[in-house]
């Protein structure tokens, strides 16, 4: 067996934080960064000598996959400000386009008939490669339904450069879900936000292999 | 576009609607426009009070209750809502004025929410939607009906025995104070109900 890849999570917030997490428990190492040493710091005390606290440039650099669990727009600013060190990385985008409202709720920030996975893709660093994933379950669920035994829940993904598949595999299945490709980043809009595919959509919750493969055919 | 859209949170809406009413292309096509994707978050406000309801709202994933607190501070709940139903103050809605009741989010809610202005446009340039909308009103006339009835005629462990048949997907996920609210009795009595329920409802031996 060849040896696992490299893999960065930057930005240490709620998904950040799961994701980490789920790996560490997946017997996984990891690199953590967000935009202080010390908030990677903290969180590699709880989580063990697997999760290594880096600064953002030394895990860009160490990494070759970055998981970006920052928002849609820090995304885009993270791409510039990294776009030549970002070359020949895989990067993970688990990113929603929505942001609060004026009134209570959350709503799309983008054309409803736009993801942010399609925009993301063409604002990519050149030689960079881009998977969505790890996004299309809420923060509670991505921490409560991983692991799940007898029969793990799916974490869909999306790819167009299908060479790094088994890459993404490999993240999904040591973050405790089995993996389920879509299709293309073109298809992301099914797995962010108010898609077929998201918990926060018309799916509502995890699902198994069996369930996923139903509704993936049925669209 | 239809293609991407097609994926979306819409696609329950418009099976929930073509049940009823088989909805052409065209007709699918307005409720892609108009139908908007919100989110919330377990216990943000849809509506509240003082507010004007402006939307209509359908839900795709979740639950969002009505109700109006007194001035005990007392929580009164007016509906409950779930997947494929509708939840609004009517009144506030149509008559643009101020609403007595808070709408919220018991789970975290996905709704689809259509303005009065683009409800309006609907029924004007496709009355089918006159004619769904009208039925789905008039169900929601009827489930208040009886609700209405069952509150001044029925005793509070007859009102929960309908609770448990009208929403045994929702015994579950809610708790007993949401329930309580809504049968219109305390969590103590709730309570007391239940426990003389389930020593009754114990297999005697024989
Ligand atoms: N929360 C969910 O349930 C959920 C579900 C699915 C997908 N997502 C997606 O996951 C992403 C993160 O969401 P979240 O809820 O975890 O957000 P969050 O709790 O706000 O966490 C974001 C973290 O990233 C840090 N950060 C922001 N910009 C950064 C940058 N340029 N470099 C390094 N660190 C940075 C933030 O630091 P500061 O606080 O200092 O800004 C914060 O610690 C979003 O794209 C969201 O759409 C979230």
Request: glycine share 6%; proline share 4%.
């Amino acid at each position: 067996m060849t040896q696992k890849s490299k893999v960065a999570v930057i930005g240490l917030g709620s998904i950040g934080t799961v994701v980490a997490t789920n790996l560490v428990k997946g017997n996984r190492t990891v690199i953590i960064a967000d935009r202080t040493l010390e908030k990677a710091t903290e969180l590699s005390k709880k989580l063990g000598s697997l999760a290594q606290p880096a600064t953002i440039a030394a895990a860009v650099k160490e990494a070759e996959i970055i998981v970006l669990t920052i928002w849609f727009d820090g995304i885009k600013e993270f791409f510039k400000t990294y776009a030549t060190e970002l070359q020949g990385k895989i990067i993970v985008d688990p990113s929603n386009p929505i942001a609060p409202d004026e009134k209570g709720g959350f709503k799309k920030i983008i054309d409803k008939d736009q993801s942010s996975g399609l925009v993301l893709s063409e604002l990519l660093p050149e030689g960079a490669k881009l998977a969505k994933a790890l996004g299309t379950l809420g923060a509670a669920s991505l921490a409560n339904a991983a692991f799940r035994q007898p029969e793990k829940a799916v974490e869909f993904y999306a790819t167009d450069d299908t060479s790094i598949n088994d890459q993404i595999e490999g993240l999904i299945r040591d973050n405790g879900f089995e993996p389920v490709r879509i299709g293309g980043i073109d298809k992301s809009i099914r797995i962010e936000v108010f898609g077929d595919l998201h918990e926060f959509g018309a799916l509502g919750n995890p699902v198994t292999l069996s369930k996923a493969k139903q509704v993936v055919a049925a669209a | 576009m239809k293609e991407t859209l097609s994926h979306t949170s819409i696609e329950p809406l418009l099976e929930h609607l073509t049940k009823s009413f088989p909805l052409n292309e065209k007709e699918k096509e307005l409720v892609r426009e108009k139908f908007h994707s919100r989110l919330f978050r377990k216990r943000q406000f849809v509506l509240q009070e003082g507010d004007v309801c402006t939307q209509f709202n359908f839900i795709v994933r979740g639950c969002l209750r009505s109700y109006k607190i007194d001035e005990k501070g007392n929580v009164h709940i007016l509906q409950l809502a779930a997947e494929n139903n509708w939840i609004n103050d009517l009144g506030s809605f149509h008559h643009v004025k101020p609403s007595a009741l808070n709408i919220d989010a018991l789970e975290d809610t996905v709704v689809l929410q259509i303005s009065r202005d683009d409800l309006i446009s609907l029924y004007i340039n496709a009355p089918k939607f006159d004619r769904i909308f009208r039925v789905l009103i008039e169900n929601g006339f009827i489930h208040l009906q009886e609700r209405l009835l069952q509150n001044i005629s029925s005793t509070a462990e007859e009102r929960y025995q309908s609770f448990l048949d009208l929403y045994p997907h929702l015994i579950n996920r809610l708790s007993q104070v949401q329930i309580a609210a809504f049968l219109g009795v305390t969590p103590e009595f709730l309570s007391r109900l239940r426990n003389i329920r389930s020593k009754s409802a114990k297999p005697t031996k024989s």
